[in-house]
C-alpha cells in the first residue's frame, strides 16, 4: 500500500459564511482526504487547520492552494507538506 | 494533529521573517573530465555538469512549492579546475566559459570552483590559474573564483598573498565600467573548507564524492524576530537559549529539504551549512539581531561579545538538528549583503578594524567591503595576509572579498544588485605595508600547544 501523505491547510481571516464549505469542495474536487479539522472563531476572526490526506491529489500541492486562494479570496490561505512541520516541531 | 502555535510560527519565519533555503548546492568532481587536450577538457566539463545537475533547478522549484518555503538560490560546486589546468595546459579561461556556458544552460545562479589551492606552494597549473582569474570573471557572468593561501597545518603562503593583492585590483580594473562585479566573484581564504555550498567561496574538494548535494540554510530574520518577542532584560544566556533552538529549528528544514532534493537527484546528501546569510531585504540583517541583543548599532563596543555568543549559539542548535552540518556554519557578516551593517558603516559606526575583530569569532571574515579605488596591491596583500592570520592561529576559516572601487573614493557607493548588494567606500590605513609584502616566502605554521 502506498505511504500515505499528509499537507496542513491554514486558513485565516475574517469570518463569513461557507469558508469550511469551500474548502472543503476545493479539496474534493482535487481528490484530498480530510483526515482531521479545527476551527475557532474569536473576535470575528476565522481560523481554521485541516489536515488532508494528499496521497491521491489530482495536481500539485501548489495547484490545490492556488485554487483555494481564489475561492477564498481576502482570506490568508497556507497549504504544506506536512513534513515540514514534523521537522521543525518533532524530535 | 500540529498544534496550531507550532503551525502558526513555522508559516511566520517563512511569510514574514524571510526564513528561507539560500542555496542548494551540487558539488561535482571534475576529476575524470581532465584530458591534455584543453578543448576536449572542456566538453567533457560542460557534458557531465549538464547531464548531473540538468534537472537541479526544476527539483528545487518543485521541493520550494511542496513545503511552500523559498529555495533562493540553485549552484554548483566543480573540482578546482587549477588540477585540471596543470593536466592540460593552455589558457584556462576556456574553462571559464565552459563552466558559464553549463551554468546558463541547466538555469542555475552561480557556478563556483575556478579556484587553487596553493597553502604551502604552487603546482602545475596554479599560477596559470591564479593570473587567468580576472580575465575569466570580466569575460563570463556566473563564475565564481576562489584561491586558499593559507592553513592552520601549512601556515601561509605569502607568495601567494602578495599575489592576490595585485590580482583582486586587476579584476576590479578590468570590471570597473560593471560596479567593479568581478571583485566580488572572487574569495581568498585562509582554512578553506571543501563542502562549502556558499558563494563565492564554493569549490568541490577532492575528498568529496563523485557529486554530492548540499544545503545553505538562512534565517537572520527568524532569529531577530525572536530575540525581538524577549523582554529586553532577559540574561544573556537566556538570549544564547533561544537563539539555540530557533537556530534548530531552521537546521531542520535545511535538512528536510537537502535530503529530499538529493533523493530526487540520485545524488548522496552532502551537509546543512546552517550559516546566518543576510540579504540587503530589510528584516534579513545579522547586524539587527546583533543590535537587537541590545547594541544601539552594529560595530559599537560589543559588537565581537554579541556576535561571538550568537555564532556558537547558531552551531550548537545546528548540531543537535542535523549529523550532517558542515561547511561554513556560522554568522556572516558581508558588508554590502546586510541592511544594517551598510547603515552602520555609512555613519563610520562600523569600521574595518572593528570588523576584523569580528571576524575573529564568526563563521567566515573580511566579505564584500568596498575599499577607495586608489588602495594598492600591497595594501590589499596585508589585509589578506592579516585576514589569514587570524584564521591560521585560531584553527578557523576566515576569507577575504574587497572590492576596490576603481574610480571611487570614501563617501561614495557601489552597487551590485540583487542579493550581492551595495555599500559605501570604507576608509583604509594608507601607512604601506610594501617592505613586508615584498618579502614573500612563507608565514610558519603556528605552534599548536602553549595556547595563551
Redesign the interface.
Known sequence: MEKQENA?L?VVGVNDVGILAKTAACVAEANGNVV?V?QIVMDKFF?M?M?IDITGLKN???EL?DTLMKSLPGMEV????????N???RI | ????K??????SMI?DNNLDIRTTTMGISLIDCADTDIDKSCTKVYDKICRLAGDLVSVGEDIS?????PIVNKRVSVTPVSMLVGVSGGDPVKYAKALDRAAHTIGINFIGGYSALVHKGFSAGDMELIESIPRALAETELVCSSVNIGSTRAGINMDAVKKMGTIIRETAELTKNDQCMGAAKLVVFCNAVEDNPFMAGAFHGTGEADHVLSVGVSGPGVVRSVLAGMPKDAPLDAVSETIKKTAF?IT??G??VGSEAAERLNTQFGIVDLSLAPTPAIGDSVAHILEEIGLEQCGAHGTTAALAMLNDAVKKGGVMASSSVGGLSGAFIPVSEDAGMIDAAREGTLSIEKLEAMTAVCSVGLDMIVVPGDTTADVISAIIADEAAIGMVNSKTTAVRLIPAIGLAEGEELNFGGLLGYGPVMPLRTKSPSVMIARGGRIPAPLQSLKN
Not at chain 2, 1 to 4: A, N, R, S
Open positions: 496542513v491554514t482531521q479545527s481560523t487547520t489536515l500539485s500541492i501548489q492552494e497556507h497549504l504544506m507538506h506536512e513534513n515540514i512541520f521537522s521543525m516541531h | 494533529m500540529y498544534d496550531v507550532d503551525i502558526m510560527e513555522t508559516i511569510r512549492a511542496k513545503y511552500g518555503i529549528k531542520r528544514v535538512q528536510l
